[in-house]
DNA sequence: TATGAGATCAACT
DNA sequence: GTTGATCTCATAC
């Protein structure tokens, strides 16, 4: 499998985003294949780095290939992949992935669940590998993280995003089409 | 199955 | 002081 290098993400984010399923997504050789992520570009409300950098959101300003890590709803974690260039502030949600490596570990880490649900969700996703603010900043093509793309075809399917109020309407939520792990189906 | 509250924190007003 | 790029559990149909 070919590691995904910093460049891929050199990219506008409504290229990266599609390009992202099916890639595979390792953290400590935990992980699985993504098959849900949202894209935020910076002239988009729903976004963070909206209204301009700020501590929180510093990492979104910087070069792409770093992960974006920030608290929601004052108990989960989330991660972004920083896209494009330098200042343009655009990234990418992971929201969910189909368990591969270290579901065991995963397991424990979530409680008793079912395998559908370990990731199936940016804060479950999260929890299942271990992810937290202390790994904000993080080069995305060295350990821990660790980025295979995909092999193959994949059946992209696009919708609104999950869990904003604002620009509800863009589709720029993606996803692999008829995954058992999505966080939710696609509407067909 | 579907809806609703609670958890809990940092950015922003 | 308010508000989320959420999830879980409880209660109601």
């Known amino acids: 499998m070919a590691l995904i290098r910093r ?39 729903a976004a963070h780095s909206f209204r301009g950098p700020t501590e929180r959101n510093a990492v979104m300003f910087g070069p792409p290939g770093f992960a974006y890590v920030y608290r929601s709803y004052g108990i989960h974690w989330c991660v972004n992949f920083v896209c494009e260039r330098e200042g343009s502030a655009s990234a990418v949600l992971i ?14 880490r979530r409680g008793l669940s079912d395998e559908r649900l370990l990731c199936a969700g940016p804060g479950r996703l999260t929890e299942a590998l271990g992810i937290t603010r202390a790994h904000n900043a993080l080069p995305l093509d060295a350990p821990p993280f660790e980025l295979h793309r995909r092999t193959g075809r994949v059946q992209i399917a696009t919708g609104p995003r999950i869990g904003i109020t604002k620009a509800v309407d863009h589709p720029w939520r993606y996803g692999l089409a008829a995954s058992r792990f999505l966080s939710k189906p696609f509407r067909v």
Do not use: C, W
């Not at 891929?8 to 849900?36: K, M, Q």
């Open 7 to 45: 460049d891929f993400f050199a990219r506008s984010v409504h290229a990266v985003a599609p390009d992202l399923i099916g890639s595979t997504l390792l953290f400590n050789g935990v992980g699985g294949r993504i098959v849900e992520v949202e894209a935020y570009h910076h002239t988009d409300p």
């Open 95 to 108: 929201r969910a992935l189909e368990p591969t490596q270290g579901i065991a570990k995963m397991r424990r």
